[in-house]
């Protein structure tokens, strides 16, 4: 009597196994299809060189008197797509008490801040747990921003305008 149940449990528990293995690879293949294709250069944004790297004489970000910087949403829960946020007094991105809130679950309370530094604006990591992506790129320190940048917290994207 008690060997079809074991039979039974030990199906139940390779299916739900083997549920989880398609789970973690389609993550996976998630991730590394989000890595692949990289930049999307909109109407807005200058065209980058072919080496990815801006001209020196872009100035670094400077702002321009006519554009006021804005961070615009592409995918963020809780967010709609192409709503821009103004950037002129400097935002907080996070979780917790901050100027620009995320329901992301990989987001922390305040997780990348965003300022302006003179005539440029920059964004830096507050030492969230798992990182903030310029342009794909994990970020090491303070980076100025540019027209057209990405910036990648956990599942939210947003990007830079000018």
């Keep these: 009597m008690l060997e079809p149940v ?3 449990l ?9 549920l989880f293995l398609l789970w973690v690879v389609r993550s996976a293949l998630k991730d590394l299809r989000r890595g ?10 200058p065209a980058a060189d ?3 790297m801006y001209s020196a004489a872009s100035g ?3 702002l321009d008197d006519a554009f006021e910087p804005r961070l615009m949403v592409d995918r963020a829960l809780g967010h709609e797509p192409g709503v821009a946020y103004d950037l002129s007094d400097g935002a907080t991105l996070g979780r917790g008490d901050v100027e620009i809130q995320l329901e992301d679950p990989f987001a922390s309370s305040r997780h990348a801040r965003i300022s302006r530094q003179g005539h440029v604006i920059v964004i830096e990591d507050l030492g969230s747990t798992n990182g903030t992506y ?7 320190g303070p980076q100025p921003l540019h027209s057209g940048d990405r910036i990648r917290i956990g599942d939210s994207e947003f ?4």
Excluded: H
């Design 60 to 62: 670094l970000g400077e």
């Design 36 to 45: 692949r294709g990289g930049v999307v250069v909109s109407d807005e944004a």
């Design 6 to 8: 074991s039979v039974g």
């Design 50 to 52: 072919a080496t990815g």
């Design 10 to 18: 030990k199906f139940g528990f390779l299916a739900v196994l083997y």
């Design 134 to 140: 310029l342009n794909e790129q994990p970020l090491t």
């Design 159 to 162: 990007s830079y305008l000018q």
